[in-house]
């Protein structure tokens, strides 16, 4: 946490899929703040030709024709345990977007005259606690404390009606280069209430491109007999052309793709030159925006309200503009949809509300946010099989507590292995597993009744503790979900810390706390269920995605935990369990 002596402005960031905003609460009033008259930075980091590092627009301007040396839309893997090649190194998405936030920082320091430690970041609703974690470590590598992680459509709700005490409930639909949102929000007497949250982190603007530049590589296949979407160099090219295509799109019936020498067919260069129309683009992306109004029509149900009940419509996000986008939601929700902001501003501006708020300057209304996800445990059900008991529902208020009681399985069991989920499905392998922790030093049955209560409590940036009780005597075990999570362990916040040094040429400030070892692949069972059920489990359930070699090294591990327990060797389970979950971290994904 922030030193409370510390009284520097907080700055909101945007930390967007295709493009990044900051804001700041600065002379009285809200600012997106500029550089070169541009409050847009492009989330694209480069290496160029001579070794400089490119961030937003420089490295975008090459993206086309150095891709191996250009990374964009990094928001889309963070969560993600993967490196990312640029140049002759690989880096995480942590560290790209760390150059992001860096950039963005040091914007807003020009604009206070002084140093910015302190930031609220934004992150799509349906973002996950890994996810949000990821943004987080971002942030530290950038040399922010990040005091809160909002959700992004809860931002921009509170650049609406942000003076009005009258009670208005909206839509606000945020459609970005990467991913979709949708919030149900109420609004009344200075408070925003998100009532619900649905959303898809793989559907935005990004995917409308590529369905563009599919169509467009197809025509082209069939009269030059070359597939565009096959070679780094021309795909980029194309992407790039097919972005400003859509967005032209937004204003003109149709539009031309000129790209000369785009490819070599029979040892001559040949060139891309075809006319695409709006009805053409419309037709290709229609499915995509069926999804965004199927993701509206659920939350409404979700919040509890009637069509009639919504006031307004409101519109976040750059790929909003499309034409299409604003038709079907007019259509299906009769509503007009409409800006009051910038759609490219507002999430920024909002988190920039929330910031203030949290430095001390009351600019906007109290926010009330919502759990984008359903939380549970591992446990077994009636019919002796594994499944997921949630204890934390879904567009639950937050901050939250809620707690469940479970049993042992056996009354001499002395300890047991509580494993966390985060998903909607009662099958537990649909889930995603966020953690592992063990409750041990349990009491006989004829002891103690064998209960185990466990609770869950998230707070308001999404950061979520468990805690497992024995009901009878009280020894308890608590897991830090953002702890847990960390996709960078101490050693590996080192080398991220090394790599951003050498990339800007100066030292990178950045306060990582220490991670706990706790495992992050494991299994467990709060209902009755043998110790390491849930990591056997998963690992079976591996088995046939894995290659040979990692195939057998997890057979014989799955054999070697098996004997130990049956063999009671409780000394040799630890390491083995440990390289189990290691194995399967790093072949499985």
Known sequence: MHDPHDMSPVIGIDLGTTNSVVAMFHDGQLRVLEEQGDGLLPSVVGMAADGRLLVGEAARNQLAAFPERTIASVKRRMGEAVMLP??????????????????????????????????????????????????????????????????????????????????????????????????????????????????????????????????????????????????????????????????????????????????????????????VTRSDYESLIADLVQRTIDCVDEAIRDAGLMLSQIDELILVGGSTRTPLVRERLASEFRREPRWSVNPDLAVALGAATQAAAIGGQQVGPVLVDV???????????????????????????????????????????????????????????????????????????????????????????????????????????????????????????????????????????????????????????????SSHAVLLHRARQALPTLNEEDAADVERLIDQITEAEAGGDAAALPELISELDELLFYAAG
Not at 210 to 223: G, H, K, S, W, Y
Not at 497 to 512: C, H, I, K, P, Q
Request: proline fraction near 3%.
């Open 371 to 529: 759990a984008t996800h359903t939380l549970g445990v591992a446990a077994i059900e009636p019919d002796g099989e594994l499944g997921f008991s949630p204890i934390l529902r879904r567009n639950t208020p937050l901050p939250s507590r809620y707690e469940e009681t479970f049993s042992t399985q056996h009354s001499s069991q002395e300890k047991a292995e509580i494993s966390v989920y985060q998903g909607e499905s009662p099958v537990l392998d649909e889930n995603r597993l966020l953690g592992t922790f063990f409750l041990e030093g349990l009491h006989e049955a004829d002891q103690c009744d064998g209960r185990i209560i466990v609770r869950f409590e998230l707070s308001l940036d999404g950061t979520l503790e468990v805690t497992a009780v024995e009901a009878a005597t009280g020894i308890s075990q608590r897991l830090a979900i953002d702890d847990a999570l960390s996709r960078l362990k101490e050693q590996d916040t080192e080398g991220a810390v090394r790599r951003l040094a050498e990339l800007t040429g100066r030292v990178v400030d950045a306060e990582v706390e220490s991670i706990d070892s706790v495992p992050v692949a494991s299994g467990g069972k709060p209902k009755p269920a």
């Open 86 to 275: 640029m140049a002759d190194k690989a880096y995480t998405p942590q560290e790209i977007s760390a150059i992001i936030l860096r950039t963005l920082k040091e914007r807003a320091e020009q604009a206070a005259g002084g140093p910015i430690s302190r930031a609220v970041i934004t992150v799509p609703a349906f973002f996950d606690e890994q996810q949000r974690q990821a943004t987080r470590e971002a942030g530290e590598l950038a040399g922010l404390t990040v005091e809160r992680i909002i959700n992004e459509p809860t931002a921009a709700s509170l650049v609406y009606h942000a003076g009005s005490d009258e009670r208005r409930q909206l839509i606000v639909y945020d459609l970005g280069g990467g991913t979709f949102d949708v919030s149900i929000v109420r609004i009344e007497q200075g408070v925003v209430e998100v009532l619900s949250s649905k959303g898809d982190t793989s559907l935005g603007g990004d995917d409308f491109d590529n369905l563009l530049a599919r169509f467009v590589a197809d025509r082209f296949l069939e009269e030059f007999g070359c597939d565009l979407m096959d070679q780094s160099s021309s795909r980029w090219r194309l992407l790039t052309a097919c972005e400003q295509a859509k967005r032209e799109l937004s204003t003109v019936a149709e539009t031309r793709l000129a790209e000369e020498f785009i490819a070599t067919v029979d040892d001559r260069q040949v060139s891309l030159d075809m006319l």
